[in-house]
Antibody, heavy 117, light 107 residues
Framework: EVQLVESGGGLVQPGGSLRLSCAAFGFSFSSSTMNWVRQAPGKGLEWVSYISSSSSTYYGESVKGRFTISRDNAKNSLYLQMNSLRAADTAVYYC???????????WGQGTMVTVSS | DIQMTQSPSTLSASVGDRVTITCRAS??????LAWFQQKPGKAPKLLIY???SLESGVPSRFSGSGSGTEFTLTISSLQPDDLATYYC?????????FGQGTKVEIK
């Protein structure tokens, strides 16, 4: 079955760090472009970061310099290292596959990150 | 950044009604637009890509149209299962951006 499964969310204090993981199943992960998208409680969707199959990366302005996206094709896994976390980073974080056509067609179930003292 | 504006923010309609949601881009995005459906507590689900292409497995009552800066998502006959929030997203250029969402309620 084609699916993405996120893990690693939790409660962290402001200024702290957290690493999210996304495991891919049922498709060619190594040739896929992957993304992180987040959704603050009761709010809309915000694209966070992108990594190509060749590991080129892009970031949204709100996380640039604090978050790092990476991948391990041998483990069919995507990661998001989040440093210097702020209350505004509190959200459900989704990983999503981006098709060559551009659309995000597969999404994980999400993992909740709460930044609070 | 390209701003995406959806209208209305909320709509209430009856089962069987034709429902239309509008999405406007702050600059031309050609047809690089997707529509997603998100049910409470669930991940977004791709409905439409490239403005008017129906994703595999999505009921044919959903359709998309538009190009440039004006786009619409139409549900031809609203069903109880369509209770959800709908988002448009542009993927013409970085950063990819979403509309603020349209919540569809069943009367």
């Amino acid at each position: 079955e084609v699916q993405l499964v996120e893990s690693g969310g939790g409660l962290v204090q402001p200024g702290g760090s957290l690493r999210l993981s996304c495991a891919a199943f049922g498709f060619s992960f190594s040739s896929s472009t992957m993304n992180w998208v987040r959704q603050a409680p009761g709010k809309g969707l915000e694209w966070v970061s992108y990594i190509s199959s060749s590991s080129s990366t892009y970031y949204g302005e709100s996380v640039k310099g604090r978050f790092t996206i990476s991948r391990d094709n041998a483990k069919n896994s995507l990661y998001l290292q989040m440093n210097s976390l702020r209350a505004a980073d509190t959200a459900v974080y989704y990983c999503a596959r981006k098709l060559p056509s551009g659309a995000f067609d597969i999404w994980g179930q999400g993992t909740m990150v709460t930044v609070s003292s | 950044d390209i701003q995406m504006t959806q209208s209305p923010s909320t709509l209430s309609a009856s089962v069987g009604d034709r429902v239309t949601i509008t999405c406007r881009a702050s600059q031309s995005i050609s047809t690089w637009l997707a529509w997603f459906q998100q049910k409470p507590g669930k991940a977004p689900k791709l409905l439409i890509y490239k403005a008017s292409s129906l994703e595999s497995g999505v009921p044919s009552r959903f359709s998309g149209s538009g190009s440039g800066t004006e786009f619409t998502l139409t549900i031809s006959s609203l069903q109880p299962d369509d209770l959800a929030t709908y988002y448009c997203q542009q993927y013409n250029g970085y950063p990819w951006t979403f509309g603020q969402g349209t919540k569809v309620e069943i009367k």
